[in-house]
Nanobody, 127 residues
């Protein structure tokens, strides 16, 4: 019954910004240590981790987005966000929200650690 619904994707020019949201439901938040993350996949490429966040607030970023992207949660800890600034065409991809419900002390960007995925939202950056 876990459900993740992404929104906020779209088309922007180089240097623009987008804010992605992921509404999570179907599990109890704040009662155990787990991870949520953002991943992206460009045509012809494998899906790669972008950013992750633990219930304690700790974050991890891919080197390619450090200093430009920020992952965060709302106060209720049931909605995930990805603020993307200084976008470039290399950021063009389908972006996916994911949750790892296993108990963990911390998070990383490994795909196999995540159990549930959203439907994805397209981000296109033109030059």
């Amino acid at each position: 019954q876990v459900q993740l619904v992404e929104s906020g994707g779209g088309s922007v020019q180089t240097g623009g910004s987008l804010r992605l949201s992921c509404a999570a439901s179907g599990y109890t938040t704040g009662t155990f240590r787990h991870c949520m993350g953002w991943f992206r996949q460009a045509p012809g490429q494998e899906r790669k981790g972008v950013a992750s966040i633990h219930t304690d607030g700790s974050t991890t970023y891919a080197d390619s987005v450090k200093g430009r992207f920020t992952i965060s949660q709302d106060n209720a800890k049931n909605t995930l966000y990805l603020q993307m600034n200084s976008l470039t065409p290399e950021d063009t991809a389908m972006y996916y929200c994911a949750v790892d419900l296993s108990w963990r002390w911390g998070c990383d960007l490994g795909l196999t650690e995540y159990d549930y995925w959203g439907q994805g939202t397209q981000v296109t950056v033109s030059s």
